[in-house]
C-alpha cells in the first residue's frame, strides 16, 4: 500500500518546482543555516567525513558545496591493471549486463531501448548487442562520476525529461524511468571503442556539471542540446579514472559500451561499490 502511495506520488508532485525550491535551499550561503544543514545531513546518512576533503562544515560555502564534495587525495584509488574497466562512481549497483539487441534491463522485467535513452538514432548502432551498467548513487555517496576507461569526447546531448526518483522502489515501479528523466548524454571514442556516460537527473537534482563545459542543466531551457566537440582543437581527452562530471543532489549513472569490446564482471543488484573499482576489462582486438 505504501509503495503504491509513493508510486502515485511521484507521478503527481510538481518535479520541476520541487527541484527549483531544493536549488536555492541547498545554495544558502549564510553560516548557521548553511552548516546545519550539513551537520544534520552527515548525521542522518552517516557520512564518512574521514574522506572528505574537509570535514569542517565552514570550509564549504554552502551545502550544495558540500554535497559535491571532493575527496582527500588517495581515498579512491583506480584498479591497477591497466585493462581494467572502473566502475564509474560511488553507489549500488542497479543493473549490469548485456543489452539484449537494442533494449536495456531496468529492474523488474522493465526496459527501455537505446534510442529511449539517447535521445535520437545518430549512436544507436554503436551499442546495439553492447553492455551497460547503471550505479545509483545514494546521498550519503561521494557524488562526483569519473571516466571507466581513457576517452576523447565526441558530443553531448542534453535531453529535457522528467525528474522522478532513481531510488530502487522507483525504479522497480516506473516504466522506462532513465529514457524519461532528464539526462546529458557523453560521447566518447575509447580504447574500448565507443562509449557512452550519461548522468541521469532526479527530483531535487540541481544540477549535472561536467569538467568541460561547466553547469550543463542548471539553466536548461527545457529544449534538446547537441554540442558536438569532434573537431575542437585542442581536444578534450580524459585519462582513466579523471573525474567527469558531478550532481547536485544525487542520481545515476549508466554507462555503454559497444558489442565484444568489454568484458564486465558479475554483480548483484544492489551490491555497494566506489569508483575506480574494477567494473570489467577491456576485450583485445
Given amino acids: 500500500m505504501l509503495r503504491r502511495l509513493y508510486l502515485l506520488l511521484q507521478h503527481s508532485l510538481p518535479h520541476k518546482a520541487l527541484t527549483r ?9 549564510w553560516r548557521p543555516v548553511k552548516n546545519w544543514q550539513i551537520r544534520r545531513f552527515a548525521k542522518r546518512f ?18 550544495d558545496a558540500f554535497f559535491a564534495r571532493a575527496l582527500k587525495p588517495g581515498a579512491r584509488m583506480p584498479d591497477p591493471d591497466p ?3 572502473l566502475l564509474p562512481a560511488d553507489g549500488r549497483i542497479s543493473a549490469v ?10 529492474a523488474k522485467g522493465r526496459s527501455f531501448s537505446l534510442r529511449e535513452l539517447l535521445g535520437d538514432d545518430s549512436r544507436v548502432a554503436d ?6 551498467a547503471t550505479v545509483y548513487l545514494q546521498p550519503r555517496n ?15 546531448l542534453y535531453v529535457p525529461g522528467r525528474l522522478y526518483s532513481v ?7 516506473v516504466q ?8 546529458l548524454i557523453c560521447h566518447f571514442d575509447s580504447p574500448a571503442g565507443p562509449m557512452a556516460l550519461i548522468l541521469v537527473g532526479a527530483m531535487l537534482v540541481a544540477g549535472i556539471e561536467t569538467v568541460w563545459g561547466g553547469m550543463e542543466t542548471e539553466h536548461a531551457d527545457g529544449k534538446p542540446e547537441r554540442k558536438d566537440y569532434r573537431d575542437r582543437q585542442p581536444a578534450i581527452r580524459l585519462d582513466r579514472f579523471d573525474e567527469a562530471g558531478r550532481f547536485h543532489m544525487g542520481s545515476t549513472a549508466i554507462v555503454l559500451f559497444a558489442r565484444d569490446r568489454v568484458a564486465l564482471d558479475a554483480f548483484d543488484p544492489g551490491q555497494s561499490v566506489k569508483v575506480g573499482e574494477r567494473l570489467g576489462t577491456i576485450l583485445p582486438t
Avoid at 552517516?46 to 551545502?63: G, M, Q, T, V, W
Avoid at 548485456?98 to 531496468?106: A, C, T
Avoid at 561521494?142 to 553531448?156: D, I, K, S
Wanted: charged letters at 30%; a negative charge; hydrophobic letters at 40%.
Fill in 83 to 85: 585493462a581494467a574497466v
Fill in 142 to 156: 561521494y557524488h562526483r562520476v569519473h571516466m571507466p576507461v581513457a576517452g576523447r569526447l565526441l558530443e553531448t
Fill in 176 to 183: 522506462r524511468l532513465f529514457a524519461r528523466n532528464e539526462r
Fill in 97 to 106: 549486463g548485456r543489452i539484449e539487441s537494442d533494449r536495456i534491463f531496468q
Fill in 167 to 173: 531510488a530502487p522502489v522507483t525504479v522497480g515501479g
Fill in 46 to 63: 552517516r557520512i564518512d567525513l574521514d574522506e572528505a576533503e574537509s570535514a569542517d562544515p565552514n570550509h564549504y560555502e554552502s551545502f
Fill in 127 to 132: 551499442f546495439v548487442d553492447g553492455s551497460f
Fill in 21 to 29: 525550491l531544493a536549488l536555492h535551499l541547498t545554495r544558502i550561503r
